[in-house]
């Protein structure tokens, strides 16, 4: 960013960078302190988040010097507390009092938060500690397979109670047809909300038993086809599966949508998640200089 | 009996990183907060159980003064968005915090 405001650009324009440097950038390159300008950037690039109460919609106002920064809302309808502006740093980061970017760690052990007066916050004594060599953060996804997913409801206590019987039944006639699931080709997911859909193995009440449970039927693919193809196999085995005890014989499902089935598309996943170091920060953000308007 | 719930402006959850899930405990009073911290109230085997996951998946748990806050952060069971993955932004797994209390002392 530096770089290309050096070389006298009026707009840059990046594809990713670190939220912090779009703040940061102007007053490093003037030679304030590091660890200042990057704190203020993380708080400012959060519109108004770091207020109280916190909002997107709205911006902070900073004020640098050699030594700290001021917030302040420019909104009336908020304010800047000591809890609101420090509570920040929490945000989206295992450790407060370190963060980590690139080339180096911003350390708040020594940070001090004062409140000013009702609406102004003034920061001081964050330090910026720079890394032994430049390292920055490398992420990648890779195309896992594509996903069709069918939505349906369930009200029978007797389906509710004995569910995973049922959902492990559907999956061995599913297997038998498409011999790719038991091979890891393709995967077949049922989502129970109401149930553990949200926590997954972290639900600590998975056993109790809920009046009602959304079931979302998942497959996964190499192709779109096969993923319909697994996605309505399934669904149509629940539909009819014959459970020990079923009263409700005309079928197990309540479909909220016709047709029931979405193609959900291209599945990616993390695959990539490393630290890279670079010896010249500059080289791996090759920049273009160009002339906008026709007027250079 | 005090209810972790109703001494906190903030209980949350998100991803710190598609690895982790990071918990946010915002108490609304300092004292509260130094309580909280004197009694170690948020503790590995708290979340363990919380959370049925191991201790060694409780990866830290700070308390920051500054904003009254205690931060724990847990290995996700599953990376963000990995096949049968629950909760992309991991925002929505900070249910289990509402039911701690400060034990009776």
């Given at each position: 960013m530096i770089h290309a405001l050096d070389d006298g650009a009026d707009v840059v324009v990046a594809?990713?960078?670190?939220?912090p440097a779009v703040f940061a950038a102007v007053p490093i390159m003037r030679g304030y302190p590091v660890g200042l300008s990057l704190h203020m950037g993380k708080i400012l690039e959060?519109?108004?988040?770091?207020?109280?109460?916190?909002?997107?919609s709205d911006c902070m106002f900073a004020t640098l010097d050699e030594t700290g920064f001021t917030v302040e809302t420019l909104s009336d309808d908020r304010i800047c507390t000591v809890t609101s502006v420090a509570a920040?740093?929490?945000?989206?980061?295992?450790d407060p009092y370190r963060l980590a970017g690139p080339g180096g760690m911003l350390d708040l052990t020594k940070t001090a938060f004062d409140q000013l007066d009702d609406r102004r916050v003034r920061v001081s004594g964050t330090v910026f500690e720079p890394s032994v060599s430049h390292m920055i953060k490398l992420e990648g996804a890779r195309l896992t397979g594509y996903r069709t997913v069918s939505i349906a409801g369930v009200r029978a206590p007797d389906f509710i109670a004995r569910i995973d019987d049922i959902l492990n039944g559907v999956r061995t006639s599913v297997a038998a047809q498409f011999p790719e699931i038991t091979g890891n080709e393709a995967t077949l997911l049922f989502r129970a909300y109401g149930r553990d859909g949200v926590m997954g193995s972290l639900e600590p009440e998975r056993d109790q038993q809920p009046h009602e449970i959304g079931l979302v039927i998942e497959a996964v693919a190499s192709t779109q086809a096969q993923a319909d193809a697994i996605c309505a196999f399934a669904r149509s085995t629940l539909l009819h599966f014959g459970y020990?005890?079923?009263?409700?014989?005309?079928?197990?499902l309540a479909f909220p949508y016709s047709p029931s089935d979405f193609k959900a598309g291209e599945v990616y996943e993390f695959s990539v998640y490393h630290l890279m170091r670079i010896a010249d920060p500059k080289a791996a953000f090759p920049a273009d200089m160009m002339p906008l308007g026709g007027r250079r | 009996m005090t209810r972790l719930a109703d001494v906190t402006s903030v209980i949350r959850s998100k991803n710190a990183g598609p690895y982790e899930l990071t918990l946010d405990i915002i108490f609304t009073e300092t004292f509260w907060f130094d309580e909280a911290v004197r009694c170690n109230l948020v503790n590995a085997a708290t979340l363990a159980s919380l959370y049925g996951?191991?201790?060694?998946?409780?990866?830290s748990i700070i308390a920051f003064a500054p904003a009254n806050a205690i931060k724990a952060t847990l290995r996700r069971p599953l990376a963000s968005g990995a096949l049968g993955e629950t909760d992309v932004y991991g925002a929505q797994q900070h249910a289990p915090l509402l039911t701690l209390t400060f034990g009776n002392e």
């Open positions: 594809g990713r960078c670190y939220d959060c519109a108004a988040i770091a207020a109280m109460p916190g909002s997107g920040h740093t929490l945000y989206e980061k295992s020990a005890g079923r009263k409700s014989t005309a079928g197990n | 996951v191991d201790e060694s998946d409780v990866l």
